[in-house]
């Protein structure tokens, strides 16, 4: 099992941006594609951005495309999303997700809960206007 442990988050006013780090312990000599969601109080988790194994795949919803970059050092076993010009409707929690992937495996981009196994505790991101 791989552990996720997000961190980064915090209070921030809107504009600034914010980078958030994904570290992951445990079975990390297995490859896992990396995704990053986000759930505020009261909505559904949402997904935000999402990397494939070997870094060259992204994937991001078209109202974040330009505001963020998500990118993996598989070396150091960590993930981190950077964000520009955060805006208050950015105020969730976000997760960091791995699904595991197998010889198998053929699709590059995954964006849906549902399609990964692992998930960290959250780190909360509130930007004030």
């Known amino acids: 099992q791989v552990q996720l442990v997000e961190s980064g988050g915090g209070l921030v006013q809107a504009g600034d941006s914010l980078r958030l780090s994904c570290a992951a312990s445990?079975?990390?000599?297995?490859?896992?594609?990396m995704g990053w969601f986000r759930q505020a109080p009261g909505k559904e988790r949402d997904f935000v951005a999402s990397?494939?194994?070997?870094?060259?795949?992204?994937a991001y919803p078209d109202s974040v495309k330009g505001r963020l970059t998500i990118s993996r050092d598989n070396a150091k076993n960590t993930v981190d999303l950077q964000r520009n010009s955060l805006k208050p409707e950015d105020t969730a929690v976000y997760y960091c997700?791995?699904?595991?992937?197998?010889?198998?495996?053929?699709?590059?981009?995954?964006?849906?809960?549902?399609?990964?196994?692992?998930w960290g505790q959250g780190t909360q991101v509130t930007v004030s206007s």
């Open positions: 997700a791995a699904k595991r992937l197998s010889l198998y495996s053929s699709k590059t981009v995954y964006t849906r809960v549902v399609d990964y196994d692992y």
């Open positions: 445990g079975r990390t000599g297995e490859r896992y594609h």
């Open positions: 990397i494939d194994w070997s870094g060259s795949t992204t």
